[in-house]
């Protein structure tokens, strides 16, 4: 099985947070649209024989196009790819887009998973973020969803704000369970370069919240949304029974993708391929001819790397004997010896043969995982 990531780089405005690839420049959509469709076509046989299991729009906005764009881009995928039945097709949508016109449309499309960017139900945070909606919109977004038919909810929420007090924290954890949603995507705030948030940290205009103060954030977040019957499959994500989002699991447990749009990702088990981070070159390219995308093939050790740091991320964690067998005892006997502290520190624990990184070691983890990476 394999998936398909379809970039939407349009946005009204930024948010001060986000160093996602993305454009303001909505004049071009439609030819964008005919764009990622000329790029399907020309990478049909990437994914080999395998039936596309997912559909991810992501952005960007993905709520800016059209419905009907979107409905379009599906059939032309099922045209050209082997297609599994019960396909999770999501897409990712801003609050204020979701009105009832637009679910409306948007029922007449395959379209049975929604993610929406709530980000935080206080206007003020809200309005730091430079985010278009306020918190009535927010709510009143996943009610409008659930009243259309669709089934399949995600939020994401965004905690570790400057000067954000646990008790803020706890009623915007409280107000997501409220809505009773099936997944949660919890974000600590990242000081990106090259972001507006990122200048005002070193403008001195803003102060980033302390490491204590954070990891009791992501503590409460764990422990209310589990005591709510979420279950933490993943480091930044939550669930309910049989609602994990299959399409990003996939990116964890080494399945194939296809990226398409600037700056999409594509991984086909032996190598990744990026595409152009610009809307007119991607366009011109792919229109065109000419190349837009850069490959890099995969060698033992970054194939290590990825299956460890990817496993990690993870409530399955990593199994020992796959080590063994993909990579050999070299790879083993590394592993061990780089895990070792992290196992006694509480960090990581071991449990037969398969390693999983603990609540203590969750909050840590690019530190245990930079440990575990093989360096030549």
């Known amino acids: 099985m394999a998936g398909i990531y379809l970039h939407i780089p349009f946005c009204k405005k930024r948010c001060i947070y986000c160093d996602f690839y993305s454009t303001t420049d909505s004049d071009k959509r439609s030819l964008y649209v005919e764009a990622l469709k000329k790029e399907l076509e020309t990478r049909k046989d990437y994914l080999g024989n395998d039936a596309v299991e997912t559909i991810y729009f992501g952005g960007g906005t993905p709520s800016q ?53 709530i980000q935080s139900f206080d206007d003020k945070r809200l309005k730091f973020l430079n985010r278009r909606h306020d918190s009535r919109q927010a709510i009143t977004a996943v009610e409008r969803c659930r009243r259309h038919g669709l089934k399949n909810i995600s939020i994401d929420l965004i905690y570790g704000f400057p000067g954000e007090t646990m008790d803020a924290w706890s009623e915007d954890i409280g107000k997501a369970i409220a ?22 940290l070193k403008q001195h205009a803003i102060c980033e919240l302390d490491e ?47 990226g398409c749009g600037p700056s999409a990702h594509s991984y086909d088990l032996t190598s990744r391929r990026w595409n152009v981070s610009d809307l007119s070159i991607y ?63 509480g960090c990581l624990c071991i449990d037969n043969g398969n390693v999983r990184l603990t609540t203590k070691g969750i909050f840590v983890s690019d530190g245990v995982m930079s440990d575990l990476m093989f360096v030549e």
């Open 65 to 117: 196009l059209k419905p009907s764009e979107v409905g379009s881009l599906i059939t032309h995928i099922k045209s050209l790819f082997a297609t599994a039945d019960d396909m999770e097709i999501t897409i990712e949508a801003n609050p204020d887009d979701i009105n009832d016109s637009y679910l409306q449309e948007l029922s007449k499309t395959d379209v049975n998973r929604i993610s929406i960017g």
């Open 179 to 200: 809505l009773d949603v099936d997944h949660i995507s919890a974000y600590h705030i990242i000081y990106e370069e090259g972001t507006p948030l990122h200048r005002l």
């Open 212 to 258: 204590d103060a954070s990891l009791g954030q992501f503590k409460q977040l764990k422990s209310t949304l589990e005591k709510a019957g979420y279950i933490h499959y993943e480091i930044s994500n939550f669930c309910k029974p049989g609602r994990h989002s299959r399409h990003n699991t996939a990116y964890w447990q080494d399945k194939k993708y296809l």
């Open 283 to 345: 366009m011109d390219k792919v229109q065109n001819g000419g190349t837009y995308s850069t490959e890099e093939k995969l060698d033992l050790a970054t194939k290590y790397n990825e299956y460890v740091m990817l496993s990690l991320r993870t409530m399955w964690g990593l199994r020992l004997d796959t080590i063994s067998s993909r990579f050999g005892k070299r790879f083993l006997d590394f592993f061990m010896k780089n895990a070792q502290r992290h196992i006694d520190d």
